[in-house]
């Protein structure tokens, strides 16, 4: 499949928050400022590709020959954890910039629905390694476009006259849904499924 | 039943597992990084609540300012005392805790006595509403009364009161400032939490002005001023400015304001009371400022009930040391 339309398709046609409704805990809990859905989108992007490179890898070199797929939601889940926090160290030590900016990110995506979701879709899509990365690139930039999104009106709805039964989280969702509904529009264009 | 599958995927996935559990254990051994004891003590130590009066990004960011040498101890307003002594056990030096304070609003024109200018119907937002020419209310200079404050306190001491002003919890309050920086109007200070008396406007205005716009807003009319006890007022630019080191809780400027624009945390004052001791010299009664003491030279004088306020400036001046404030004992420790 053509590299453009699975960047397109993970972007936009099927956005990981707004179309497939994965990963919705960081979409509601960080996305009270836009400061800190980007920090968050970040550490998505970051952990994400990394995600996508070591499970392909995993998966294709180990679990195939072995005939062990069936395990793959466990070692998958085990390797990205891990992963993660190996990268976090690596991080504190040799790159302390890059580590008070992703820090405290980092942990609470590990063990997201978003990233793993992202793993087992590159496996069901039959995606090569080249396009995987593509498609990881795609949600998570998806992920960032939805979150930040939402996290600027979410600025503005605090300061907005809002009826009390309906301040704070009621009115999100049902912000949040008006913004799905909106990204329903972008379904009538080619995407992957 | 295919037994070699059941055993691949156990060594496979347990071996999976042993081998990044290793791998972490190497990780964090050879990537350790070193932190300074005495930072993980020192934010040990803080409260942990990052309100940010400390003026340091959280109190992580205290915490190493702290180690650093960069910041003073004394800093951490929701912990008082007791943290500041803790961070100079920690650090090794001697701390003088500043004496505790407690915010409160200095603005008494709530809806019943301050009118509104005009009809506010942007977002509730003490400073969107406040850049609007002032804001809605009649005075200038008073409280918006939307509410930041009560949105911005991390203790959740601030509620909004029925009369359209924010009402602080002195037990709630610790002290630390936030709502102070984030007030538009500048209505909210912090004062010492023992002081009991403190004025309760920020109307620069004259009096005309300010009796125009509210009925509790000080005038300037510097009657406190001429009055105190202990010259801890100064009249600036049409306000009396207190000087809480020097100020003692008398209550005199209380009593004295014509537009009752001060508070009196006291829950209850004292009287004098004059005991067969007098030898009806008068020194007291040129001193006292309510006319609350009568009598005739050379006999005993009385104190009359209604007039006295329990300022306590008899008291010293008696050669006979014949003058007791009695009632309301322990009215002092009424302060927050």
Redesign the interface.
């Known amino acids: 499949m053509n590299p453009a339309r699975i960047f397109i398709g993970a972007f936009l046609v099927n956005n990981i928050l707004l179309m497939r409704f994965i990963g919705l805990c960081p979409f509601f809990g960080v996305s009270t400022s836009v400061n800190t859905s980007v920090g968050m989108s970040a550490a998505v992007l970051f952990v994400m590709l990394l995600a996508a490179w070591v499970s392909w890898l995993l998966y294709h070199l180990?679990l195939v020959p072995?005939?062990?797929v069936f395990?793959r939601t466990?070692?998958f889940i085990?390797?990205i954890a891990?992963l993660v926090?190996?990268v976090e160290?690596?991080l504190?030590?040799?790159a302390r910039a890059l580590y008070s900016a992703l820090g405290i990110y980092l942990p609470l995506i590990t063990t997201n629905c978003a990233i793993l979701g992202v793993t087992f879709l590159n496996i069901d899509h039959k995606f090569s390694l080249l396009q995987a990365t593509v498609f990881a690139l795609g949600t998570a930039a998806g992920f960032a476009l939805a979150i930040v999104l939402f996290a600027a009106i979410r600025e503005r709805l605090d300061?907005?006259?809002i009826t009390p039964a309906l301040k704070g989280y009621p009115v999100a969702f049902i912000g949040a849904s008006l913004v799905s509904l909106a990204f329903l529009g972008f379904s009538a264009l080619f995407g992957i499924n | 039943m295919d037994w070699t599958?059941v055993l691949?995927?156990v060594i496979?996935?347990g071996g999976?597992?042993l081998i990044?559990?290793l791998?972490?254990l190497v990780?964090?051994l050879r990537?350790?990084?070193r932190v300074d004891q005495r930072e993980q003590a020192a934010r040990a130590a803080l409260p942990g609540i990052n309100c940010g009066a400390c003026g340091y990004p959280g109190c992580d960011g205290y915490a190493a300012a702290v180690v650093a040498g960069k910041a003073p101890l004394d800093r951490c307003a929701p912990g008082g005392p007791p943290v500041a002594t803790r961070l100079g056990e920690i650090m090794g030096q001697e701390v003088t805790p500043a004496a505790p304070q407690g915010a409160v609003l200095i603005c008494r024109g709530g809806r019943t006595e301050a009118g509104q200018r005009f009809q506010y119907r942007g977002?509730?937002?003490c400073r969107?509403a406040a850049l609007l020419l002032g804001g809605p209310k009649a005075c200038i200079y008073g409280c918006v009364g939307l509410g930041h404050c009560v949105q911005v306190c991390p203790f959740k001491a601030i509620a909004m009161g029925e009369n359209g002003l924010p009402a602080i919890d002195p037990k709630k309050c610790t002290g630390c400032g936030k709502c102070v920086q984030e007030c538009p109007k500048a209505v909210l200070r912090l004062i010492p939490r023992s002081k009991l008396v403190y004025l309760t406007c920020a109307s620069h205005d004259k009096a005309r002005a300010v009796r125009d716009v509210c009925k509790v807003g000080c005038i300037g009319c510097g009657l406190c001023v001429k009055n105190c006890s202990t010259n801890a007022l100064k009249l600036e630019a049409n306000l009396p400015v207190m000087d809480f080191a020097r100020c003692i809780d008398c209550g005199i400027c209380v009593h004295k304001c014509p537009t009752k624009s001060f508070v009196d945390r006291a829950s209850g004052r004292p009287k004098a009371s004059i005991n067969p001791r007098c030898t009806g010299c008068e020194e007291c009664i040129k001193v006292c400022r309510f006319k609350a003491i009568e009598g005739e030279p050379e006999q005993q004088h009385k104190v009359i009930a209604d007039k006295c306020v329990g300022c306590g400036q008899c008291v010293p001046v008696c050669p006979a040391k014949a003058i007791d404030l009695i009632g309301a004992l322990g009215h002092r420790s009424d302060a927050a």
């Open positions: 180990l072995l005939g062990l395990l466990a070692v085990l390797v891990a926090q190996f160290m690596f504190k030590k040799h300061d907005a006259p | 599958l691949k995927s496979g996935l999976l597992g990044l559990g791998v972490l990780a964090s990537l350790a990084v977002a509730a937002d969107q």
